[in-house]
């Protein structure tokens, strides 16, 4: 059995049996749902709903129902699409680079961050598709065999990249968080007594028997999809950026963007962890699974992805003066002290400034300030998608054509939608499947587990 | 009700005779021998149709029939009869006419497709407008389609047929004129030969009636008129000759717009301003609105409008040798006139005849008459003596007119309010108003005859001595419209109709002026073909000339100002307001403010912060509103604007605006004539205050300056440009390098485009120094390229459509970028020097739009035109953000069929369909769409030149744009044609591509503006 040194906290608080975890994690799946849940999906269903309405009114009418104008082409929908696909990363991240390295304090928000990730990534998928004139022929981004001759997508566009880049990432996400969910099915399946949710169960455990072979390729498949999984964490934002760092636009032709977008990816999708975690563990009482200490690792990785976001923030603007580009000058004295001086500071404020106070450690071990913090990151975070898409593009090369932008009730509705459609689905997720990984909670129960960590073992002498 | 009216089959019924009365009783009119047939028993016997006969012809009978109803089904194809004369589907025809509307004349060519009038065009071999054209009358071709045109004319308000009509008319006026009544006809400027000759001769016909015609110009010239006819005797104006004129000095004159002949001396104008000919026109211009004219001057000088005579008078002076009162740039303007004795010209706007006659006295003074000015090759097209149309509306007060006819006038819109036109026109016994769509006049008229289109109508011109032309249609009538003069030519009780009138009159006056042709027919023909005969015109020499300039001076000086004063202008646009109704025009924005949908009062900026008015308008943003009274007339709750240049405590406001009649949409602006009083352009009994409220202002550019950017427009002074160091004033991009400093387009990552060997390599160059911002070319692209129009809540969105814009910069006052002082940089000076900058597609050879459409629906041609496949794109606007010149345009609704746009885009109904280019798609909702470089004329070029076997020459192909400019500052041309002057206009010294440090490599070039202005002097 694998040791622990005794100073590293537990993991897992509280006395806990195999069955006990079993138990906690099936309470929500067997038990009726409480209060707080109807309400929670009654609301999140409400915002879906609009958010629909508002889509399919876009869909029926035209883009013009949104804000946007000759100048600024992109602006909420764009800035949604790269909000929701950062969000994704932190679930990939912390079941994909975390499971290469061994650090297991992954295991107690793995799922539910990867159930968020699925989602995220599908809100992400949302906004090209709506944002498009034509989404009836969406179809003509695929390189897909025609008979108009050599008619071929443009593989030079970043945009397209982004179709690729999306899809793989999704499919891989989706594979890896379902694999891991088939023993946790299986244990469901075998515990529900209901005649429907048993089968139901069972049709999603795929027929596992947990026995070491199937154990084994568990481990293996897991291994090999964390592999793929990782580049992916990598590849996905920076392609993202670079729909923003091949152009010729001020504030978007910048080299910066690959890592810069990464960083800021993990960073705000720690930060809706936190949001979601926060809430999961109260409700759900699983408090003992989801401890302090997990929530402490979180905000330390808030602090550095945030610090490097703000390092980022800091070498835009010296290049923008060392450059000596007018136009790259320009831009971002613009997004300082132009029309959209708010915006840039919200972003400042809410990623660079505020992180910096989970220095203090009673502050990041705080439940309630790091549940505000993350409500302010992810502020911050789509503060981040606006300023670089708006005020760049707001002002850009002849000041002829410089515009603001103002949102119209469609681009709120349909921005509500997509964050009303993600609460539905994770809700459901939490209804209705394993939000912990029961099975592999078991097994770093005996090692990191509070009651078993300072007992004294005889194989030691 | 019962009807006592009783009805004869025929006289037979009438009379009633006996033999009727038998035949009455009678089934069948005829003896039938049925009985004979029937009742013999042995002829039936021996008939041979047996039963079986009768069952076979039966049978017969019945396939007969239902063979004959699966005949194939009739196609409703209904061909030519006779295919008219070089009607072929999908070719052009051209035909040469002319457009007069008493404010502009203007020598054209109509391009008609299947027979339906497209798009108009200057008539480039005129040899009075030269091609020019401007915006007003390239979008004259929408209004021949418009929707609330009268179908059929009126009698009280009910649509009749013409016989009515005409006989109630003759009726009428036979009476009026047996007891030797009053008629009276009011048109606009008219300068046809044969409508006058025709008036003439109804006057003449009927010596015992009081029968008078009257001219009525909404924007009257009558000062001018009256000043020449006092000075030289000829109520007449002279032409001008700009192109010859080394000092222009403006004093109030809009001369590029609102001017009479303003096309002539446009294009005039833009022949003084080519710095590559070794000099340059300079141009003063002192003003209080910012005109378009103001906009292009070296000088401009702000001033009260009550201080035009003033400063006339004080330069009348400096050049007599009293220099002591004249401000510092009067003082420039004069010694610079002196300097250019005999090529200089003064123009003043004003309609003081007192002060005209000081100008003619100043023109006069310096030789400029029989060189720049003549008065004997006179100019008919302003005719309105403002005394006469005063009379006419007291004889209407009188009651004593019996008959009022009017015909191309709206003098209820547009005579101010305490002219009272409305009541006094319900005082004549009987009004006829010929209108082509219901205004404010024609629903006030007892009778209204409904007129054709221009497009549509017979007639002449004669707009300048000599110089006479033919109006021709080049459709039949759409509706059942008659002309006035076919109208009179009926109540006349003449043989013929107006064409014929023409001709004949045409035979008499016009063809005895030449030799060249014997026959009549043939003069005829190829007038008609080319459009204008020159006949004989005076020669450029000085008339007799009688100085009134020392009582005109006296008169002046008693001229008083006030602390606040308002000047009515016209816009590029509406004009006089008679096409207001006009979609494109109204989307046309302001040259200067841009501002689209709207008149509003200017006002000085420093004096809108002091008032406290909102500075930054246009978007989401609204203007302040004030009450304003202006010779006792009231507006409430209008616009103001905060106009650089405005001088201060001056207001102005635009005419043509605040049509109430024959609008489906609201009412648009305010109706500036309403107030004017005794057709003065100004007053200075103004009074205005606060009105608290807000006016959502439309505007196609909210930005102002032009920050500094001189990649974006260059421009010089003319002894900088003088010394021909290009680097002095432009200056090529370097990039420093590990190897140096090296030229922007020598560093390049890319693969060139195989355009510049092979084929063709289209590209565009565009004089900065030449356009003077009129906006022809807009509204010339708009209808080439079938542009939706979007409406006012759209443009406040900045989603105006328009393919091809012009950009206005104002300067700021820290010019530079080195201060980095950018809040001040945005904010225009308070007269500022202003660039107006043609912009549209640049059609890069390194595109940075290419690049990033996911589906590749914009690539690169290979003539090196940048080009959109609609049916490709799926809308992701990613190409429009990419776009570093901003001149894509997505379609954010269904123009063509979404409600919000049912009002406005004339392309939802059926007939302003009608006006659509067949060789260019309507686009679809959410698709990106861009300037073409008008890709449908190229192609036509290219095959007119295979079906001739010859290349396409330089100067074949003209885009829609360059075609419409009249100052030609747009060329158009092939890049690979070593002789082409687009060639060498992008190889001058003062060629250069905007913002080429981008490395966009645009196919379009710039040429740096050049002003004849010292460089302290602003």
């Known amino acids: 059995m694998h040791q622990e040194a005794a100073i590293r906290e537990p993991l897992i608080l509280g006395e806990k049996s195999y069955s006990q975890i079993t138990d906690d994690v099936m309470a929500s799946v067997v038990g009726k749902a409480n209060r707080s849940w109807w309400i929670a999906i009654g609301i999140a269903a409400v915002m879906a709903a609009w958010g629909i309405g508002c889509i399919l009114y876009l869909i029926g009418t035209g883009i013009g129902t949104w804000g946007l104008n000759k100048t600024v082409g992109w602006a909420w929908d764009i800035t949604n699409f790269v909000w929701w696909v950062g969000i994704g990363h932190a679930g990939t991240l912390i079941s994909a680079v975390l499971l290469l390295f061994r650090q297991k304090w992954r295991m107690a928000i793995n799922r539910s961050a990867e159930a968020m990730t699925i989602f995220a990534v599908m809100m992400a998928a949302v906004w090209p598709g709506i944002h498009m004139g034509r989404i009836w022929l969406a179809y003509f981004v695929f390189p897909l065999p025609n008979q108009f001759g050599s008619l071929w997508v443009n593989f030079n566009s970043p945009l397209l990249w982004d179709v690729f880049a999306i899809s793989t990432y999704f499919s891989v996400s989706l594979v890896f968080w379902y694999i891991g969910l088939i023993p946790d099915f299986a244990t469901i399946r075998d515990k529900v007594t209901q005649v429907v949710p048993k089968k139901v169960y069972s049709l999603l455990a795929f027929g596992w028997t947990g026995n070491a072979k199937a154990w084994n390729r568990f481990e293996e498949i897991s291994l090999v999809l964390a592999g793929l999984a990782t580049p992916l964490v990598f590849s996905v934002h920076s392609i993202v950026s670079m729909d923003f760092a091949t152009s010729v636009i001020p504030g978007w032709h910048t080299t910066i963007f690959p890592p810069y977008f990464v960083s800021g990816a993990v960073f705000s999708g720690f930060a809706m962890v936190q949001t979601l975690l926060i809430i999961m563990r109260k409700v759900m009482n699983l408090e003992n699974y989801i401890t302090i200490k997990h929530i402490e690792y979180m905000n330390i990785v808030i602090i550095v992805t945030g610090s490097i976001v703000g390092v980022a923030y800091l070498t835009e603007l010296f290049i923008s003066w060392y450059s000596g580009v007018e136009y790259e000058a320009y831009a971002f004295i613009n997004r300082a002290t132009g029309p959209y001086w708010w915006s840039y500071w919200a972003m400042m404020t809410c990623n660079v400034v505020s992180p910096q106070v989970f220095w203090f450690k009673k502050l990041r071990t705080s439940i309630g300030f790091t549940f505000f913090m993350s409500i302010i990151v992810n502020i911050g975070m789509w503060f981040e998608r606006f300023v670089i898409i708006v005020t760049s593009l707001h002002r850009d090369y002849l000041p002829s054509s410089w515009t603001m932008f103002h949102p119209t009730f469609v681009d709120i509705g349909c921005f509500i939608g997509t964050i009303g459609i993600f609460f539905v689905l994770f809700l459901l997720f939490a209804r209705f499947f394993p939000v912990l990984p029961l099975n592999e909670l078991k097994t770093i129960l005996k090692s990191s587990g509070e009651q078993y960590k300072n007992q004294p073992t005889t194989e030691e002498h | ?1018």
């Open chain 2, 1 to 1018: 009700m019962s009807n006592n009216k009783k009805y004869w089959k025929g006289v037979e019924e009438l009379n009633d005779s006996p033999a009727f009365q038998k035949v009455k009783s009678q089934e069948f009119n005829e003896y039938l021998p049925a009985e004979d047939f029937l009742g013999d028993e042995g002829l039936l016997e021996n008939s041979n149709t047996s039963r079986r006969d009768f069952l076979k012809y039966l049978g017969f009978g019945v396939t007969a029939a239902s063979l004959a109803a699966c005949e194939a089904p009739v196609n409703k194809v209904i061909p030519h009869v006779i295919k008219g004369d070089k009607t072929n589907p999908g070719v052009a025809n051209y035909f040469a006419t002319n457009y007069s509307d008493g404010f502009d004349y203007c020598d054209i060519v109509v391009k008609t497709r299947e027979g339906r009038p497209i798009k108009i065009e200057g008539n480039k071999k005129s040899p009075l407008t030269n091609g020019a054209i401007n915006a007003r009358v390239n979008s004259s071709v929408l209004s021949l389609y418009d929707e609330k045109r009268y179908r059929a004319p009126q009698i009280g308000g009910e649509p009749t047929t013409w016989t009515k009509f005409n006989s109630t008319v003759k009726k009428e006026l036979a009476d009026v004129l047996a007891k030797g009544g009053k008629v009276r006809i009011l048109t606009n400027t008219i300068t046809s030969p044969s409508t006058k000759k025709l008036v003439g001769e109804f006057v003449a016909a009927n010596p015992s009636a009081d029968i008078k015609h009257v001219s009525y110009d909404a924007i009257s010239a009558s000062g001018m008129l009256e000043a020449n006819k006092e000075s030289f005797g000829v109520a007449v104006l002279p032409t001008y000759n700009l192109s010859k004129a080394k000092s222009i000095v403006s004093i109030g004159a809009d001369f590029m717009n609102s001017f009479p002949s303003s096309l002539e001396l446009t294009s005039q104008y833009a022949k003084g301003r080519k710095p590559e000919n070794g000099w340059m026109s300079k141009h003063f211009q002192f003003e209080a609105s910012l005109s378009l004219s103001g906009s292009n001057a070296d000088v401009r000088m702000p001033m009260k409008p009550s201080e035009y005579g003033k400063t006339v008078v004080a330069i009348y002076n400096y050049l007599n040798g009293n220099k002591a009162d004249a401000a510092p740039k009067v003082k420039m303007a004069a010694e610079h006139l002196l300097a250019n004795k005999g090529a200089s010209i003064v123009l003043c706007g004003s309609n003081d005849k007192n002060i005209q006659n000081v100008v003619i006295a100043i023109n006069h003074m310096l030789g400029n008459y029989g060189k720049t000015i003549n008065i004997d090759k006179s100019s008919f097209q302003r005719q309105a003596i403002d005394a006469d149309v005063a009379g006419l509306v007291n004889e209407l007060k009188g009651g004593t007119v019996d008959v009022l006819i009017v015909d191309g006038a709206n003098p209820v819109y547009n005579m101010p309010t305490n002219m009272d036109f409305k009541g006094a026109m319900s005082k004549a016994k009987t009004s006829i108003v010929f209108a082509s769509r219901p205004n404010e006049t024609s629903v006030e008229a007892k009778m209204v005859g409904a007129a054709p289109h221009y497009l549509e109508s017979w007639n002449d011109a004669n707009a300048v001595a000599g110089h006479y032309s033919i109006t021709q249609p080049s459709i039949s009538p759409l509706f059942d419209t008659k002309q006035f003069q076919d109208c009179l030519i009926s109540w006349m009780g003449m043989d013929g109709n107006y064409y014929d009138y023409i001709k004949a009159t045409w035979s008499a006056v016009t063809f005895p002026m030449q030799s060249k042709t014997l026959l009549f027919e043939d003069f005829w023909n190829t007038t008609l073909e080319a459009g204008y005969f020159n006949g004989s015109a005076g020669e450029m020499a000085a008339s007799t000339f009688t100085d009134n300039a020392s009582f005109a001076v006296s008169a002046i000086t008693k001229i008083k100002s006030s602390d606040l004063e308002i000047e009515f202008y016209s816009k590029v646009g509406i004009g006089n307001g008679n096409q207001s109704h006009n979609p494109w025009l109204q989307e046309l924005p302001d040259p200067i403010s841009k501002i689209t949908w709207d008149n509003y009062i200017a006002m000085n900026p420093a004096e809108a912060r002091e008032n406290g008015f909102a500075t930054e308008y246009g978007e989401q943003k609204d203007a302040d509103t004030i009450n304003i009274t202006i010779n006792g007339v009231t507006f409430e709750n209008i616009p103001v604007v905060a106009q650089p240049g405005q001088a201060p405590g001056t207001l102005s406001l635009a005419v043509g605006y605040g049509q109430t009649i024959g609008k489906s949409n609201e009412v648009i602006g305010f109706n500036a004539y309403s107030a004017m009083k005794g057709m003065q352009n100004y007053s200075t009994d103004v009074s205005m205050e606060a009105a608290g409220d807000k006016y959502q202002i439309a505007t196609t550019q909210t930005h102002q300056t032009v920050m500094g950017r001189t990649s974006v427009v260059r421009e010089t002074t003319l002894d900088v440009y003088q010394t021909g160091v290009k680097d002095d004033f432009n200056p090529a991009h370097m990039l420093a390098t590990h190897e140096g400093p090296m030229n922007i387009n020598d560093v390049d990552l890319w693969a060139a485009h195989p355009v510049a060997t092979a084929g063709h390599h289209w590209g565009m160059s565009i004089d900065l120094n030449s356009c003077i911002g009129c906006g022809s070319c807009v509204t010339s692209c708009n209808s080439e390229n079938n542009v939706p129009v979007v409406g006012k809540d759209e443009i406040r969105r900045a989603r105006e459509m328009h393919w091809m814009r012009i950009d206005r910069y104002f300067s700021s006052s820290p010019e530079s970028v080195e201060d980095r002082n950018y809040g001040d940089m945005e904010s225009p000076e308070d007269n500022p020097q202003v660039v107006h900058q043609p912009m549209m597609c640049q059609h890069c050879n390194h595109a940075p739009c290419e690049t990033v459409c996911p589906v590749a629906a914009t690539t690169h041609s290979n003539e090196g035109i940048n080009q959109m496949t609609y049916n490709r794109c799926i809308g992701t606007r990613y190409c429009a953000n990419n776009c570093p010149y901003k001149v894509r345009r997505f379609n954010w609704f269904n123009y063509m069929g979404y409600d919000k746009f049912a009002d406005l885009n004339p392309s939802q109904d059926d007939l302003g369909r009608m006006v659509l280019n067949p060789d260019v798609t309507v686009r679809a909702r959410g698709v990106m769409e861009k300037c073409s470089l008008c890709v449908q004329r190229i192609q036509t070029g290219k095959l007119d030149a295979k079906k001739e076997s010859r290349p396409v020459m330089d100067g074949d192909i003209e885009t829609a744009c360059s075609s419409a400019c009249p100052t030609n500052a747009i060329t158009f041309g092939d890049y690979n044609d070593k002789s082409s002057k687009v060639l060498a206009a992008s190889q001058s010294n003062r060629a250069y591509r905007v913002i080429e440090e981008v490395g966009t490599q645009s196919n379009v070039y710039y040429q740096t503006k050049v002003r004849n202005v010292e460089p302290n002097i602003a």
